[in-house]
């Protein structure tokens, strides 16, 4: 079957007959898909999930499981952290530009207290535990955590600090390890078929369905070959996920990806996005990409890191995806860990929820110069970074990049230096542009009628930038939007 | 009027009466537009073009006149330079990814010389003259010049150099000096009315207009807001230019040019684009953008160009808008151009074409501890650049970025520096994707019937990098193509 055959949208009238119906089908059974199916049940629709997997999660059930919310949330409360709506969209606004939907941070900070009880009170759990350390996730059931360089330059001097990173608490290690994503998507879905949503697995979204005045009143979907003609009174949901797994448009829109997509499910094939664009959807931010950097945080921000100039280049003590993001599109994905053997061995000792990061080191040396040859660089390029660092690091200060002074400390003794090229991975953050109903734009700037889209189909609160909980955050925010409007509709 | 209704197709069954009719009708009368008419008329076509100002030109006819070809051209050959196809392509894969269109680049690098030679046999002239300093342009007339870095680090390492900037002989600067864009549009647009091409100004581009089985048939267009409906029996080619002119697409797509769009002109305001993905066309490349960078290029070569925390990012003898990019892109818009005494009136005393880039140093000191207090850099940060640059630039080299040798000298004597942070601007190079015969592909990926666009409202040969003269080399190049097809269709 072509592509062509599986995106052009089909006319109702020749339509002969339908194999099923609801008021409200929703596309893709992840944390997007689960929070429209909710919120569409309670509004009083009859709610249809179409999955193309044979269960729920999509990426979610897989991810770490951090949600972005803050503004004062009770979580945030009982750990003695104070937040302010205001104080986080002038954090959002700052780390996630530039061009971000500002109506839509505003609207996402203003109504993150009220999402975070909605979650616990669909049985999300949160354990009051703070991790304050380096790193991409807490090592425990730890449910709050800094995931975007709050705390960090240059942020740290934009608006005060406050960790958001909530992450459900993880079931017992005894009983098996789930993920926090997991414990996320798990208390939803039963919330979802507490409340009679049904749900068909093993179906492939397909071609949109429109009456004669293009407004969106169905989808075939496909089971093994076979096509199946569904009817959606209400309003169609669009959460398929990103498009970090359809190679013409990793090669067209967000290039830089080729060759690593990360976090994401090969399900993620953009197919959300593409038959909305049939349908003339505009898009936004497509070249927006979350980048992991697969360097330990633990030992990153207790050396110093270099481009392939020798050169320093961000806070090393900042949140571990911007440096991805500063690797990858601003050093050409070329990024080397210095560090000395005290920092070193002090880094190691520490406890870490990602050993997998750990690895030896690619040279040894007793001297900066002696280092500095080693791993190919001219004479004086590391050795100048190296003085400078030290220069300030004596007074515990870091004038070039404002890394905070618990971290700073003169690089002295045998030196070690980490490999860190090509270290990156990610996943896509452009899609469709969305109003705050989650209503999907035509290009003209109207809703297309009966269409709505959230998750990482869309493009959401990220325009350059990310945060840890970013995507789990906007899917499940809009993903509720997007179910309640599609209900009224 | 609302976007809404300039944007949604129009059904053909709805238009009572057609106020225009052509075989072949072009939106926009620059450059891509200029080629398709001639060659649909050439191929026996009816041809009609709609512009929106009171003349011919478009963005093409202001511009520098850059036309980007290589491959062995008699000009290239006159002057003494070998090229071929393969090295070309070569070149303008490293220099133009990641992500470019493979193909397209191959078609480009193979029908230059062709292509060359058809622009001369419709009147553009090219004079026989080199000019090898560093600019953005020729300071005279002559007719090639390095326009992407082709002789400087790293494509020096990857392909053989060879200038392909090919620009269209000014008249006389005694009748008045006119640019190598009006000197190329000139005699197209006097070779395409000769042809019996008709031309209509002061028309608007609005929505499209499909038959039945969404084949486009013709277009409404607007005269002082009076509608005008033009049939195009055999096709329409969009020419309309970037979006550099429209924010909301700036905002979404290419948010580091908010406030700075440069080298395109106020109609650039992406409606070819939209119009397009209103029928569910593909984008590409939405976020690319030329930079230029506004230091003069002669005394940039010669000083050493450093970012916000004084480090050395790129070669300074490379083409200004490689530097512009990785200013703009990878150093937060940061830099600093560090020259010595004696450089600096070396420089000053060279011919350019672009005295306007001359302005007088923000700082100047008799050392380089005294010039980084002065620039608010931490203490060693600017010293250990210029430790690391002089060391190696005392036998001449630049182990670092790569600057030739004969840009290479210790910086010595009393210095100065200019505060170029924010000297950047450019244009969009994102749009429509189109297949080797500009035909406009849809999300599907098969072409939309009827429709065509070659220039600037389509990605063409760029991906992420920039050589000038590619927006008039790959306009003009599938402008013919475009032409072609249409009359065929």
Redesign the interface.
């Known amino acids: 079957m072509?592509?062509?055959s599986?995106?052009?949208p089909l006319r109702a009238s020749s339509v002969t007959e339908w194999d099923q119906q609801a008021d409200v089908v929703v596309a893709g059974y992840g944390i997007a898909g689960v929070c429209a199916a909710i919120e569409a049940a309670r509004a009083g629709a009859d709610v249809l999930i179409l999955e193309r997997t044979g269960g729920w999660g999509g990426a979610a059930a897989m991810a770490g499981g951090f949600i972005y919310l803050g503004g004062g949330t009770p979580l945030q409360q009982a750990l003695g952290f104070e937040d302010t709506p205001e104080n986080m969209e002038t954090f959002l606004l700052a780390a996630l530009?530039?061009?971000v939907d500002k109506a839509k941070i505003a609207d996402y900070a203003r109504g993150s207290v009220e999402h975070y009880n909605w979650l616990v009170a669909n049985g999300v759990p949160f354990r009051e535990a703070f991790w304050g350390e380096p790193g991409w996730e807490p090592p425990h059931d730890e449910g709050l955590m800094y995931s975007g360089g709050e705390n960090a330059a240059p942020f740290n001097a934009i608006a005060k600090p406050a960790p958001r990173g909530h992450v459900p608490q993880m079931a017992d290690k005894k009983i098996g390890r789930k993920s926090g994503g997991y414990m996320l998507m798990k208390p939803l879905a039963e919330t979802a078929e507490s409340l009679g949503v049904r749900v068909e697995y093993d179906l492939r979204l397909g071609r949109l369905i429109v009456d004669d005045d293009?407004r969106v009143v169905g989808v075939i979907a496909k089971r093994y070959g076979k096509e199946v003609a569904i009817r959606a009174d209400r309003g169609l949901v669009l959460a398929t996920g990103s498009f970090a797994y359809h190679q013409?448009m990793?090669?067209?829109?967000a290039?830089?990806l080729?060759g690593r997509p990360a976090a994401a499910i090969e399900e993620h094939d953009g197919i959300g996005i593409?038959v909305a664009?049939?349908?003339?959807a505009?898009?936004?931010?497509?070249?927006a990409t979350e980048v992991a950097f697969f360097g330990d945080p633990q030992l990153v921000a207790r050396g110093i890191l270099v481009n392939g100039?020798g050169?320093?280049?961000i806070a090393e003590d900042t949140y571990p995806g911007r440096i991805g993001q500063a690797t990858l599109?601003?050093?050409e994905n070329q990024a080397f860990l210095v560090i000395d053997e005290a920092s070193y061995e002090a880094g190691l000792a520490t406890e870490t929820s990602t050993p997998f990061f750990r690895q030896p080191p690619t040279w040894a040396a007793e001297t900066v110069a002696e280092l500095e040859a080693d791993m190919g660089l001219?004479?004086?390029?590391l050795q100048?970074?190296v003085?400078?660092y030290n220069?300030?690091a004596a007074d515990g200060k870091d004038?070039?990049?404002g890394k905070k002074p618990e971290w700073v400390r003169p690089l002295q003794g045998s030196l070690a230096a980490f490999d860190m090229r090509g270290f990156t991975a990610g996943f896509t953050l452009g899609g469709l542009?969305t109003d705050l109903d989650s209503r999907v734009l035509?290009?003209?700037?109207?809703p297309i009628p009966g269409l709505f889209a959230a998750g990482r189909c869309t493009?959401g609160l990220c325009?350059?930038g990310y945060v840890s909980g970013a995507s789990l955050g906007d899917g499940s925010f809009y993903g509720r939007r997007a179910g309640v409007a599609a209900a009224k509709n």
């Open positions: 072509s592509d062509a599986t995106l052009r530009g530039p061009g293009d013409q990793i090669e067209g829109y290039p830089r080729i593409r664009q049939a349908l003339g505009e898009l936004a931010h497509m070249d100039r050169q320093r280049f599109i601003q050093q001219p004479t004086l390029a100048a970074t003085d400078c220069l300030h004038p070039l990049l542009r035509h290009v003209s700037g109207e493009s325009a350059g």
